[in-house]
Nanobody
Framework: QVQLVESGGGLVQPGGSLRLSCSVS????????MAWYRQAPGKQREHVAT???????TYADSVKGRFTISRDNAKNTMYLQMNDLKTEDTAVYYC????????WGEGTLVNVSS
């Protein structure tokens, strides 16, 4: 069974930066696109960014220009570099395989607050 483990969240002030990591067990990581999602309090989970096997990214309009998604296929790990964070980025961040959804991990909380 595939396991998704997110890490790197924390409390940060507006304008700050964080780098999230997603560790994936199994060979599925090297075959599929990977994506980051987030769920803010009281809201539905939403897509944040996707990266292809060859590291080609796509972003939601709300994070374009501020977030950078990447992956290291040798380490079965995906990253999300988040810069210029805003209070509206506060959410639990999850990773998953958009074309072959797996059981969700616990996520990692990003809290942007002054």
């Amino acid at each position: 069974q595939v396991q998704l483990v997110e890490s790197g969240g924390g409390l940060v002030q507006p304008g700050g930066s964080l780098r999230l990591s997603c560790s994936v067990s199994g060979s599925i990581f090297r075959i599929y696109r990977m994506a980051w999602y987030r769920q803010a309090p009281g809201k539905q989970r939403e897509h944040v960014a996707t990266v292809s096997v060859s590291n080609s990214p796509t972003y939601a309009d709300s994070v374009k220009g501020r977030f950078t998604i990447s992956r290291d296929n040798a380490k079965n790990t995906m990253y999300l570099q988040m810069n210029d964070l805003k209070t509206e980025d506060t959410a639990v961040y999850y990773c998953n395989v958009p074309n072959n959804l797996q059981p969700w991990g616990e996520g990692t909380l990003v809290n942007v607050s002054s």
